[in-house]
């Protein structure tokens, strides 16, 4: 007697077993997929021993911890990339349903760009679009991109480039690296600040783990110095800074008016310029109210940049 337990090979596939299989497809990776899904690793890979099984071939092959997708999961995936891009937009739909027709616009963004940008594009948006609703969130890039990449973000704003085939990115050359000093340091007077005067200062800086760790990483290269105290985003850098505990390198994101006031910004040499990222998936169409919020968004951007580096060029600040 045949064994009905296990399902033969060519069984369907329900739900749940193509968000697990495409959830896997985007992120590469057990764990990433699990943490997508909110569930445990090994769930995720109990699941693709099912869904392996039911199909009745390999879908991936394990090269060096990564998961390799094959011809067939590849072919698997471009059908599953509209099924997941219509359940998408069915609870969009729900969603807006439940705001009594009100449009929904999903944003999210690095750190970075939620202490003024976002909320100050996100108040013009609002007062144009009275009846629209909008979800935020500030992610780290690791947490951003499957999101964006699964259709649960309309707009993503970084100040890393995604670079995946499945989005569609503008990038705007509208940022730079500055340093930010205790109002009364004996630098504030300085028009430019390079490296080797820093030297011998309480640095606060970043992981390298990190976006801008790895970007301020050539500024210090003519010099041996590293951080005497490591911090996760700009906006505790700026904190240890107001509380007079040392320098910071940030970007010009994170500068508000409050900690131009606070502190000493001064624009550092050789110049490290930085890009604005804001992207969105292909396979949805990002539709008016994110093309108008992006819109909000890069005129403050372009207009707040080119106010702060008409501060920047001109003569020294005293303090």
Same mark, same amino acid.
């Given at each position: 007697?045949?064994?009905?337990?296990?399902?033969?090979?060519?069984?369907?596939?329900?739900?749940?077993?193509?968000?697990?299989?495409?959830?896997?497809?985007?992120?590469?990776?057990?764990?990433?997929?699990?943490?997508?899904?909110?569930?445990? @690793?090994?769930?995720?890979?109990?699941?693709?021993?099912?869904?392996?099984?039911?199909?009745?071939?390999?879908?991936?092959?394990?090269?060096?911890?990564?998961?390799?997708?094959?011809?067939?999961?590849?072919?698997?995936?471009?059908?599953?990339?509209?099924?997941?891009?219509?359940?998408?937009?069915?609870?969009?739909?729900?969603?807006?349903? +439940?705001?009594?027709?009100?449009?929904?616009?999903?944003?999210?963004?690095?750190?970075? /760009?939620?202490?003024?940008?976002?909320?100050?594009?996100?108040?013009?948006?609002?007062?144009?679009?009275?009846?629209?609703?909008?979800?935020?969130?500030?992610?780290?890039?690791?947490?951003?991109?499957?999101?964006?990449?699964?259709?649960?973000?309309?707009?993503?704003?970084?100040?890393?480039?995604?670079?995946?085939?499945?989005?569609?990115?503008?990038?705007?050359?509208?940022?730079?690296?500055?340093?930010?000093?205790?109002?009364?340091?004996? *630098?504030?007077?300085?028009?430019? *600040?390079?490296?080797?005067?820093?030297?011998?200062?309480?640095?606060?800086?970043?992981?390298?783990?990190?976006?801008?760790?790895?970007?301020?990483?050539?500024?210090?290269?003519?010099?041996?110095?590293?951080?005497?105290?490591?911090?996760?985003?700009?906006?505790?850098? &700026?904190? /240890?800074?107001?509380?007079?505990?040392?320098?910071?390198?940030?970007?010009?994101?994170?500068?508000? +008016?409050?900690? +131009?006031?606070?502190? &000493?910004?001064?624009?550092?040499?050789?110049?490290?310029? *930085?890009?604005?990222?804001?992207?969105?998936?292909?396979? @949805?169409?990002?539709?008016?109210?994110?093309?108008? /919020?992006?819109?909000? /968004?890069?005129?403050?951007?372009?207009?707040?940049?080119?106010?702060?580096?008409?501060?920047?060029?001109?003569?020294?600040?005293?303090?």
């Amino acid at each position: 007697m045949p064994d009905r337990s296990k399902p033969l090979p060519g069984a369907p596939l329900n739900l749940r077993q193509i968000e697990v299989f495409h959830a896997i497809m985007v992120t590469g990776s057990i764990s990433e997929a699990g943490r997508l899904l909110h569930v445990s @690793q090994p769930a995720i890979s109990r699941a693709l021993a099912t869904i392996e099984q039911r199909v009745g071939f390999v879908l991936f092959e394990r090269i060096k911890g990564r998961l390799h997708p094959t011809k067939e999961a590849s072919q698997i995936f471009l059908a599953t990339e509209s099924i997941h891009s219509e359940v998408s937009q069915l609870n969009d739909m729900i969603s807006t349903l +439940a705001t009594q027709g009100n449009g929904l616009l999903r944003i999210a963004s690095t750190p970075s /760009f939620a202490e003024w940008l976002v909320p100050e594009a996100v108040g013009l948006f609002i007062k144009r679009y009275p009846d629209a609703r909008v979800k935020y969130r500030p992610q780290s890039m690791d947490a951003l991109l499957p999101q964006l990449l699964l259709g649960q973000v309309d707009v993503a704003i970084s100040t890393v480039d995604p670079d995946h085939p499945n989005l569609q990115t503008q990038s705007l050359p509208l940022g730079q690296i500055v340093c930010v000093l205790p109002r009364r340091h004996p *630098l504030a007077n300085e028009p430019v *600040l390079r490296a080797d005067m820093l030297a011998g200062e309480t640095l606060i800086g970043y992981g390298s783990d990190t976006p801008l760790g790895t970007r301020v990483q050539s500024f210090w290269n003519s010099v041996d110095m590293a951080p005497k105290i490591e911090v996760r985003s700009p906006q505790t850098a &700026c904190a /240890f800074v107001r509380a007079g505990v040392g320098v910071a390198l940030i970007d010009t994101y994170g500068v508000t +008016a409050s900690l +131009a006031a606070e502190t &000493c910004i001064k624009p550092i040499a050789p110049k490290v310029e *930085l890009k604005v990222h804001i992207s969105h998936n292909r396979t @949805q169409p990002i539709g008016p109210l994110g093309k108008a /919020f992006v819109r909000i /968004f890069e005129s403050i951007l372009k207009t707040r940049y080119e106010s702060l580096e008409t501060q920047l060029a001109q003569a020294d600040r005293t303090p």
